[in-house]
């Protein structure tokens, strides 16, 4: 086994978040390594953007690349009720007159490859077919990695920081047994791309879709993307999606579940008339947990490492890019004062954990039955620009709390969980 200790930063997981962190500690000069598991770009859901990514892109460099890309243009987000009526679109210009109130619907393995790209131009040094097993402690301190090649050959790399961005994997969440699932949100989706189907025109052609199913059990979303497809998946509690739809062996039909849902889905069924089917119908817990530190001695989590909300409003890459970005922040700060410590690594932590509260409270709303936007708007109509700028992704730059204690008085909206 060899050992290095050559790094400033050693970035766990090529992602979004993983490719942000590194990209801008890189740039200031430190030595950065990125560590990613897979060789080559794959499939992967979470694919349409909203707004506030715009200003990380920025930072990032990355708007110019986007903007030449083939990626759809997302104005705005549509939602349809439980009887097949849809609301009126949010565009996200109505509070926002900027070009960054315009997004993107992206596919994620060139997206993703794209971030990787960007982040070695600007100094990363990325290593792809590199997993880690495990990160290295000296007491309570993070000193390095040990990875392991596709061949087996094992590693041990030593770092001052290691930001760990491995998604759902979660590697140090999981080592030092730090996530709590949120007990209300463990759902379930099954999804896969179409091509073809009906695209509205003009601004709301790259719009994306969120569809109740009859009963309101469940819901799609529908995100248009390049090459003519689409994606379709459908999210619902895991008991009702999946637990009692095993067959008598036990076992689950994805197809037979994902076409029955759909039946219950009218406009969408009618959307994707003539469409064809392109990949099996995957499927995948969506459990929401979040990990109850943020950081540690010269240690950091960043993105669905750190915690995943449920997929409904699009947030994910939104909060990975934005937790890159601050963490980016306190890492080269932290080299700047040479203090690595918990203090210093966790200090984005609470403004970080605020802005995910407030999705965390419109998750709450979408999932109770009798709450319904159309509803809370026209009663409280001077929530509407809260509403965009929640959708928006606009949870650091504005103050939206104040449409909570309206919303209060229609639905159950969850205590705040703070960081340890
Ligand atoms: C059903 C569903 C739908 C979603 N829809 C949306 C959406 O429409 N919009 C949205 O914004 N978000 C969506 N999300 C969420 C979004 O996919 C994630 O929040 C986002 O991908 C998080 O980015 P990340 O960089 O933190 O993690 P990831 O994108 O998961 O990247 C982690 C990377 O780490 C690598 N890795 C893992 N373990 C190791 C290891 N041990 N060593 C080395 N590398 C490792 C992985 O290969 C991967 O490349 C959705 C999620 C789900 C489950």
Known sequence: MNTHNTYDTIVIGGGPA???????????????????????????IGESLIPA????????????????????????????????????????FQTN???SAITWQVLRSEFDEMLLDNAKEKGVEIRKGLGVREVLFEGDTATGVVTQGIDGTRETLNATVIADSTGQRSLIGKQLNLNTIEPNLKMASLFTHYEGGYRDEGIDEGATLILHTEEKDSWFWSIPLPYNRTSIGVVGELDYLLQRRRDADGKLNAQKIFTEELAKCAPLQQR????????????????????????????????????FLDPVYS?????????????????????????FSETQLGSFGPEFVKGMEAFRKLVYAFYTKEFSFARFLSEYPEHQGGIVDILSGDVFRKDVTHIFPAMAEMCPLPPEVPLN
């Open 18 to 44: 993983g490719s942000t962190v590194a990209t801008l500690v890189a740039e200031q000069g430190h030595r950065v390594l990125l560590l990613e598991r897979e060789a080559e770009p794959k499939f992967k």
């Open 53 to 92: 990514t715009y200003w990380t892109f920025k930072r990032l460099g990355m708007l110019e690349k986007l903007r030449t890309s083939h990626f759809p243009q997302k104005y705005s987000v549509q939602f349809y009720s439980r009887s097949g009526k849809a609301s009126t679109p949010f565009y996200f």
């Open 97 to 99: 007159p900027h070009e």
């Open 272 to 307: 994707l008339k003539g469409a064809k089917q392109l990949l099996p119908i995957q499927t995948t817990k969506d459990f929401s947990y979040r990990a109850s530190r943020i950081a540690g001695n010269n240690w950091v989590l960043v993105g669905d490492a750190f915690g």
């Open 315 to 339: 947030t994910g890459l939104f909060l990975a890019l934005k937790s890159g970005e601050m963490a980016a922040d306190v890492i080269i700060e932290a080299f700047d004062k040479n203090d």
